[in-house]
């Protein structure tokens, strides 16, 4: 295997870890709205969102943390779902609570 295929699986496998932290993250009501393959779509479009807004690029504060507005993240996934053709799909308190699940795994895992 090259380097290229085990960064690939590297990155799938952290993404199933992601998806299952997310899972069990959501509250009951929430949880069963999505499906992994909803939640590695949106994961996707989150990961756009922190590449094209520039937030990766930004100096944390004091404690090196990054102030996200998860009301933009959200908005910018909305966006792009109904630029998939996919409008009505999923709501936005629905999505903020898979975008505060993703943040609190990236930040555990910064730990």
């Known amino acids: 295997m090259d380097n290229l295929e085990m960064e690939l699986l590297q990155s799938a ?22 499906s992994e393959e909803d939640l590695l779509y949106l994961l996707d479009i989150i990961v756009d969102y922190y590449n094209v807004s520039g937030i990766l690029e930004q100096d944390g504060d004091e404690n090196g943390e990054i102030d996200i507005d998860m009301e933009k993240v959200v908005d910018y996934i909305l966006h792009e779902i109904k630029k ?15 975008v505060e699940a993703e943040l609190e795994y990236a930040s555990n895992q910064e730990e």
Not at 88 to 97: C, G, I, V
Request: glycine fraction near 2%; charge should be negative.
């Open 84 to 98: 998939d053709g996919t409008p009505d799909k999923y709501k936005a308190e629905d999505l903020l609570w898979v």
């Open 13 to 34: 496998e952290d993404d199933m870890r992601t998806v299952a932290f997310i899972k069990n993250y959501l509250p009951q009501e929430v949880k069963d709205i999505f």
